[in-house]
């Protein structure tokens, strides 16, 4: 393999080097306990999707999307169980004052909320053999996340991935990002590896990068069917999309473009 023409990878973290959705599951669910614990609410068969589904009515309406304030949560939670729907508690939580009840319990709610997150997540499946893979083959990985660098950093340190990956850099996820990063690296192709169709795959091949989705369980209903298709490539798990990349196919159409 020409040395011009080895790729380099730029990878997500969350969902899709280690194992975020499982977190945040355990926090949401611990919150919605909490809430309950307030304002009683009726049995759910599935626990999860009833508290995702108050997430993403407030994630579809909120200017921060999924990085909307965790009070809010609480709130549009409490609200469910004085019997409003997801869409109703989600506008009543962001335009409304809690009330007294709900205000005198919400630090301590959502305290316990961020004591939860703060657990360090679990590698996924085939990521330490794909990482592994990647070195063999000599190619550069570098983490670009959304998050706290330092955090990924920290969190990278300790599941023991420090050594084989060449840095992490901290940015909002765009089209303009990630022509930034595929100029930084050219001539070499950048193909970028994420969990989410419309932060991590569409911007990054609008930039003219390769886009490989390993697809989280968490989807979110406001991304259509088609777009968890529309990757160059899709693999079941990160050393799946190494293994692609190594395989040489990626090189061919590479070069041939």
Not at 90 to 95: D, E, G, N
Not at 124 to 150: C, F, H, K, Q, Y
Request: aromatic content about 6%; glycine content about 6%; hydrophobic content about 45%.
């Amino acid at each position: 393999m020409p040395m011009h023409d080895a790729p380099v990878i730029l990878a997500d973290a969350d969902n899709t080097l280690w194992d975020t959705d499982s977190v945040f599951a355990d926090a949401q669910l611990g919150m919605l306990a909490n809430v309950d614990q307030q304002f009683p609410g009726t049995a759910r068969p599935d626990p999860l999707a009833h508290v995702r589904a108050y997430d993403q009515a407030l994630a579809q309406i909120d200017r921060r999307h999924l990085r909307y304030p965790p009070v809010l949560l609480a709130r549009a939670l409490a609200l469910g169980n004085l019997g409003h729907d997801p869409a109703t508690a989600a506008r009543m939580a962001i335009a409304r004052r809690p009330s007294q009840d709900l205000a005198s319990a919400e630090e301590g709610i959502v305290a316990r909320y961020f004591e939860a997150l703060a657990r360090t997540p679990a590698l996924l499946p085939g990521v330490t053999d794909g990482l592994e893979l990647a070195r063999r083959a000599n190619l550069n990985v570098w983490i670009l996340t959304e998050g706290s660098a330092e955090r990924q950093r920290t969190r990278s340190q300790a599941l023991g991935i420090t050594h084989l990956v060449r840095g992490v850099s901290e940015a909002t996820k765009s089209q303009d990002q990630f022509d930034r990063q595929r100029r930084r690296f050219a001539p070499s192709p950048l193909v970028v590896i994420g969990d989410q169709p419309d932060r991590d795959i569409l911007p990054a091949q609008a930039a003219g990068c390769i886009g490989v989705l390993v697809p989280s369980r968490f989807r979110p209903t406001w991304i259509s069917s088609s777009a968890w298709s529309a990757a160059d490539h899709v693999a079941e798990r990160f050393d799946l999309a190494i293994d692609w990349i190594v395989s040489g196919d990626l090189v061919s159409s590479a070069a041939a473009e």
